[in-house]
Nanobody, 116 residues
Framework: QAQLAESGGGLVQAGGSLRLSCAVS????????MGWFRQALGKQRDLVAV??????NYADSVKGRFTISRDIAENTIDLQMNNLKAEDTAIYYC???????????WGQGTQVTVSS
C-alpha cells in the first residue's frame, strides 16, 4: 500500500482559498486513481476530485472552484480550493488505487473549516 501524508488544511473565511497537498510514496505510474475525498461530520465520505487514466473527475459541487493537479517532481497530489463555502467544511482525505491488485490507500486526513 502507498503511504500518503496530507498537509495544508486549516480555518478560512468563506470566499477564501486553501491549497492541500498529499505526499505520495511510490511512482505515479503505479496508480490507476489518485485524488481527494472528503467527509463532513455525520456524513459519508464523498469524492471531491480524482485523476484517472481516462482524465479528471470533479464533484459537481466543486466544479469551477477546485483544481486537482499532480507534481511529478515532488511526488504530490495537490488540490487548489478557491471561493470556499461553509459547506466545504470537512476532513479531506488523499486517496490512491494501485494498478497491481487495485489496492486502496488513504491518508490520515486534514481538517478544512470554512467560516461563514
Amino acid at each position: 500500500q502507498a503511504q500518503l501524508a496530507e498537509s495544508g488544511g486549516g480555518l478560512v473565511q468563506a470566499g477564501g482559498s486553501l491549497r492541500l497537498s498529499c505526499a505520495v510514496s511510490g511512482s505515479f505510474f503505479s496508480f490507476n486513481v489518485m485524488g481527494w475525498f472528503r467527509q463532513a461530520l455525520g456524513k459519508q465520505r464523498d469524492l471531491v476530485a480524482v485523476i484517472t487514466r481516462r482524465g479528471v473527475n470533479y464533484a459537481d459541487s466543486v466544479k469551477g472552484r477546485f483544481t486537482i493537479s499532480r507534481d511529478i517532481a515532488e511526488n504530490t497530489i495537490d488540490l487548489q480550493m478557491n471561493n470556499l463555502k461553509a459547506e466545504d467544511t470537512a476532513i479531506y482525505y488523499c486517496y490512491t488505487e494501485s494498478v497491481e491488485g487495485r489496492r486502496r490507500s488513504w491518508g490520515q486526513g486534514t481538517q478544512v473549516t470554512v467560516s461563514s
